[in-house]
């Protein structure tokens, strides 16, 4: 059984994973304005996948028979105003995200909560992967610069990079 702790503690994490949706709606609508239709598709995925993670842990709390407590979500900060500041928000939020994630499984393995424990392991290999895809992206914004034909290039990949996560998860735009 999870304790009122480990439950508030995903609770808060429900909550940050609210926000990074948001957060990522908003980008997606500051690269739509900006005529980065890829680029505004892609952050519209990953606002789908924000959600579904959130929704994973609020079936998880529901199952172990606790209590899902919903707060007000955070407005996203203002417009980078370019696209490499919105990658670097990107991943500044994301080692935020991974830092929670962290914190909740040293929190579970403190309370020998196996079973938390076990459920977050998906959510500490999904952050590895997030920080990764948005490294290789900034890695590319910083060498050719995120105006002209390389931003073009980048933002037709991330409109099929969209696409890909968007039917691995089930969600359309």
Do not use: C
């Not at 439950?7 to 709606?25: D, G, K, P, T, V």
């Not at 598709?41 to 929704?55: D, N, Q, R, V």
């Not at 952050?127 to 073009?152: H, K, M, Y």
């Amino acid at each position: 059984m999870i304790s009122d702790t480990m439950a508030a503690r995903l609770n808060a994490q429900i909550n940050r994973e609210f926000y990074s949706a948001y957060l990522y709606l908003a980008l997606s609508t500051e690269a739509e304005g900006m005529n980065l239709r890829g680029t505004g598709a892609w952050f519209l995925a990953k606002h789908h996948e924000e959600m579904l993670h959130a929704m994973k842990m609020v079936r998880y709390l529901l199952d172990q028979s606790a209590e899902v407590a919903l707060t007000g979500v955070a407005a996203p900060p203002p417009k980078a105003q370019a696209v490499l500041g919105m990658f670097e928000r990107t991943l500044k939020h994301e080692r935020t995200v991974t830092a929670a994630i962290n914190d909740l499984v040293d929190h579970a393995l403190s309370e020998k909560d196996h079973a938390t424990g076990i459920f977050l392991h998906w959510f500490v290999t999904e952050q590895i992967e997030e920080e990764a895809t948005v490294n290789d992206i900034l890695g590319r914004l910083r060498l050719f610069g995120d105006s002209g034909q390389g931003l073009l290039m980048l933002d037709n990949e991330l409109a099929a990079a969209a696409q890909t996560m968007g039917q691995a998860s089930g969600a359309t735009a």
